[in-house]
């Protein structure tokens, strides 16, 4: 019997794990200066506004450079840019370590982010070129999630613990092992991929989107933790509207950077508009959790890291389960019951009370985490999926760019709701600093008596179960929107049936 040509073998598994590599720390490095910051702020001295640009950078700029290197990898060659995404964040990574100033590690996480940006879009659209049947990339895809997922959880916990024994520049440097080996095995196992004959790589979009997205993400975020201001009111503002110039100017293009076609569709457009919502209740609701395990249930930060991580047993059970609920009824039930599952989750969090079991937080919290991951898991594959060949890379960016705004829009919906809970029940204490009748954490550090910090800890609860309500009607309107936009798009992924990739030079390339 003749092999079926489109399955993927011993090589392209073992690839996948290759690439898995720096899936794994990139999203690691979003979460790892959790515990690093005390030790950086005595060696550096770094100002407020310095110390927020120091955890903020990498973020915006891996955002903002998304859609830009995930189009440039599909003209130039997924596998190029992400050895040199490797490169570049293995030396950002030597010069975060050794930074000697404020100013030199801002400047080397904003090189991590570009790094990062090379990476993770190349990523997932090398698993598109990888696996080229619909089955196959589907458990390529879930484990993608799950380890982008993990990573991110994972990150806190590994700081910590290298923070036991190490400097904090040891946080930077566990990145260098895992890129040389990247570095290594990439060329070995994972063939290169690019685009044929897709004209000249447009500078303007490139320099229109990162100006498109950096301040958009940037002002929801400063709205977010400070409140309204009018600096960061018309950041979004411009953002706006360049980013409307940018689409404007992607429509008029023969070859653009992001194909506005394959946005329309209900297959891709759909899923990038649940993870988007999915993401802003996940990343806007997660600081209610991490204050709460420390704040109110008194854990230290490393406690409460590692305690966070127990609701993923749930996630690598219910996201394999979801992958083999998809094979046999249409992939938009499973999404939209995935979750309806996550907004249930919610649900139960918003019955924790200060004085609640512990383990009904673990609990509640893996019911959500277990409906996000299996939903997300396909959203991902059918996103990824309906998008040709030629245009993984750039799929793939637009998907990830939409969950980088989702989780800041998240922050700021979630958190002005939980903060004008907490303000509105801190009313009462007039005498108290301004700072008590603010946050949780300036009341328990004004040291006025255990009935203020009692309170403090109510209001923070009250706040985060009315968070929780918001962060479920986002799941909830995930849920219909899968039901209805996604209906049918899930029976074959694919626009068309994928074609073989022509051979050029030992080279696969996507045909034009």
């Known amino acids: 019997m003749t092999p079926d040509i489109h399955t993927a073998g011993r090589r392209e598994w073992t690839a996948l794990g290759v690439l898995m590599l720096p899936l794994l720390l990139v999203s690691m490095d979003v979460s790892i200066l959790y515990f690093a910051i005390p030790a950086i702020s005595e060696d550096l001295r770094p100002g407020s506004t310095e110390q927020l640009w120091i955890l903020d950078m990498y973020g915006f700029v891996l955002a903002g450079l998304l859609i830009t290197m995930g189009a440039l990898g599909d003209r130039i060659g997924r596998r190029r840019v992400l050895l040199a995404g490797a490169v570049l964040f293995g030396a950002a990574s030597v010069c975060a370590a050794y930074a000697h100033s404020p100013g030199t590690l801002i400047a080397a996480r904003a090189l991590l982010g570009v790094g990062g940006a090379c990476l993770m879009p190349s990523t997932l659209a090398l698993i598109r070129n990888l696996f080229r049947d619909d089955r196959q990339r589907a458990t390529a895809v879930t484990l993608w999630t799950t380890v982008m997922a993990t990573g991110i959880s994972f990150g806190p916990i590994v700081s910590g613990a290298l923070l036991e024994h190490f400097w904090w520049g040891a946080v930077f440097l566990i990145n260098l092992p895992a890129m040389g080996l990247l570095l290594v095995l990439a060329p070995l196992l994972l063939p290169e991929f690019r685009t044929a004959a897709r004209g000249k790589f447009d500078v303007l979009s490139a320099v229109l989107s990162l100006a498109a997205l950096l301040p958009v ?108 609920l998809a094979r046999r009824i249409d992939r938009a039930y499973v999404m939209g019951g995935g979750f309806f599952v996550s907004a249930a989750g919610f649900a139960w969090l918003t019955q924790v ?149 022509p051979e050029t030079g030992g080279v696969p390339q996507a045909r034009a």
């Open 353 to 501: 009370r200060v004085d609640s079991a512990f383990w009904t937080v673990l609990a509640a919290s893996a019911v959500y985490a277990a409906g996000l991951v299996t939903a997300m898991t396909l959203a991902n594959e059918l996103a990824l999926g309906a998008a040709p060949p030629e245009h993984a890379g750039a799929a793939a960016a637009v998907m990830e760019s939409g969950q980088e705004l989702g989780g800041a829009l998240g922050m700021a919906i979630l958190g002005s709701v939980g903060a004008a809970v907490y303000g509105h029940d801190m009313a009462s204490w007039k005498g108290a600093p301004e700072a008590v009748r603010e946050t949780l954490g300036g009341a328990l550090a004004a040291g006025r008596g255990e009935a203020l910090q009692a309170a403090a800890r109510e209001a923070f609860t009250h706040g985060m179960g009315v968070a929780a309500v918001g962060a479920g009607v986002l799941m909830s309107v995930a849920g219909l929107v899968s039901l209805t936009l996604l209906r049918a798009s899930g029976a074959r992924t694919a626009l068309s049936p994928t074609p073989p990739l």
């Open 217 to 324: 993400i940037h002002g929801i975020k400063e709205l977010a933790k400070h409140g309204y201001a009018p600096v960061p009111a018309l950041g979004i503002t411009a953002g706006l509207v360049i980013g409307a110039v940018f689409v404007r100017r992607q429509a008029r293009l023969e070859h653009p950077m992001m194909d506005l076609a394959l946005v329309r569709r209900r297959a891709y457009g759909g899923s990038v508009l649940v993870n988007l919502l999915a993401m802003a209740a996940t990343v806007g609701f997660a600081v209610f959790i991490t204050q709460y395990l420390q704040s109110v249930l008194g854990k230290s930060p490393f406690e409460a890291a590692l305690w966070s991580l127990v609701p993923s047993a749930g996630v690598l059970l219910a996201a394999p389960t979801g992958a083999v």
